[in-house]
């Protein structure tokens, strides 16, 4: 059924989002920049008719916050991100 067909998809995406977190908080450039970019527009999911989960809230802090510990590694994406956000 769609129903659990969209609860799969929901709790995958929860699972890549901890992954990522994970690989971020570990170290990991490629994480931290793809981690900063999901809070740049955060995301959410609709759960049922008239209702929403935010996974990731929209938050230019915390973006940039990653962006700059992925950029401190030398990835070049991260600093092109910053230097967008600070023109």
Same mark, same amino acid.
Do not use: C
């Given at each position: 059924?769609?129903?659990?067909?969209?609860?799969?998809?929901?709790?995958?995406?929860?699972?890549? &989002?901890?992954?990522? /977190?994970?690989?971020?908080?570990?170290?990991? @450039?490629?994480? $931290?920049?793809? %981690?900063?970019?999901?809070?740049?527009?955060?995301?959410?999911?609709? &759960?049922?008719?008239? /209702?929403?989960?935010?996974?990731?809230?929209? @938050?230019?802090? $915390?973006?940039? %916050?990653?962006?700059?510990?992925?950029?401190?590694?030398?990835?070049? &994406?991260?600093?092109?991100?910053?230097?967008?956000?600070?023109?």
């Amino acid at each position: 059924s769609s129903k659990s067909s969209m609860h799969n998809n929901w709790f995958d995406l929860k699972k890549a &989002v901890h992954y990522l /977190k994970l690989g971020a908080e570990a170290g990991d @450039d490629y994480a $931290q920049k793809n %981690y900063g970019d999901l809070f740049l527009e955060g995301i959410s999911i609709q &759960v049922g008719s008239h /209702k929403e989960e935010t996974l990731v809230p929209k @938050d230019i802090k $915390q973006a940039k %916050y990653w962006w700059k510990k992925a950029a401190m590694q030398g990835n070049e &994406v991260a600093k092109e991100r910053l230097q967008k956000i600070y023109e």
